[in-house]
């Protein structure tokens, strides 16, 4: 009868871990991934946090966020811009960073407040709010996973939430950054039935807000294109958050500088994207 029970417990939990979207892993949304592996464990932080981005029952992208920092260390997803334009929503907050609940997709911090009870303390002490970013000078929210570079108007607002953004240089945001994403990108994806990208930010020794956000010293992005379910290119580029300036590299030439910068091996794409 104990053996029994003792199982009933164990199904019970297992049962319980599903309904979190925020695990150990991003194994309810590998497809954000090439051959479903995410970059290894060298940029892991001290406190993660493996996010499958969902709103609306659907999951858009996938970001491993820094609980501690109060930034996404990189944001995964799949290049598929659409012709929408820039959706004009409020900036939403994952409430499966707050304690234990069942709350499985992004919401509103005013829905968090008033539906679900949440006090400001309990959201503010899991995650960046939006009264975070109000008051910054010269940096942006800048989105790891820009909203132009998914299809559909759903997936573009899920890129609203504060778990995809870092406090990023104005001048670099709205430049060079700018240019590679809206210009650079449809030159090199040409040709590629799917595009598979990593953006992620390099922890800095400055923080924001307070003293609550970190403010990056890098920013970065890899690509990884595939043809015929092999992939056939890959190139990455990095900025110093502090400068209208990007570096474009190769994927090996970017792994080999974030190598520097985490002072651990890093890989994005396994073995199989081309790194020359």
């Known amino acids: 009868m104990l053996g029994l029970l003792l199982l009933l417990q164990v199904l019970a939990s297992c049962l319980w871990l599903g309904h979190s ?13 090439y051959s479903g592996l995410p970059p290894n464990d060298a940029l892991n932080p001290r406190n ?9 029952n659907s999951y858009h992208y996938a970001t491993l966020y820094d609980r501690d920092r109060r930034i996404p260390v990189y944001s995964a997803y799949k290049y598929r811009p659409g012709a929408g334009k820039r959706p004009d929503v409020a900036w939403l907050l994952e409430p499966q960073l707050i304690g234990e609940n069942d709350l499985k997709e992004m919401t509103s911090e005013m ?9 400001l303390d309990q959201i503010k002490d899991s995650q960046a709010i939006p009264g975070d970013y109000t008051q910054l000078k010269g940096l942006d929210r800048g989105h790891l996973c820009p909203s132009g570079h998914l299809e559909t108007i759903l997936s573009m607002a899920a890129t609203f939430t504060q778990t995809n953004i870092v406090p990023q240089d104005r001048i670099l945001n709205n430049g060079k950054w700018n240019t590679y994403e809206s210009d650079t990108m449809p030159e090199m994806t040409k040709g590629c039935k799917n595009t598979f990208v990593v953006t992620g930010a390099v922890p800095g020794n400055t923080y924001v807000s307070n003293g609550r956000v970190n403010k990056p010293s890098h920013i970065w ?4 294109c595939v043809v015929d379910k092999n992939p056939t290119k890959a190139w990455g580029i990095i900025a110093e958050n502090d400068k209208n300036e990007v570096q474009n590299m190769t994927l090996g030439e970017l792994e080999e500088r974030l190598t520097e910068l985490y002072n651990a091996t890093v890989t994005l794409f396994g073995t199989a994207c081309p790194r020359q």
């Open 48 to 56: 993660p946090a493996w996010i499958c981005q969902r709103l609306s």
């Open 111 to 119: 829905t968090l407040m008033y539906n679900h009870k949440f006090t």
């Open 21 to 33: 979207e925020v695990v150990k892993s991003f194994v309810s949304c590998p497809q954000f991934f």
């Open 221 to 224: 992005s890899a690509a990884c």
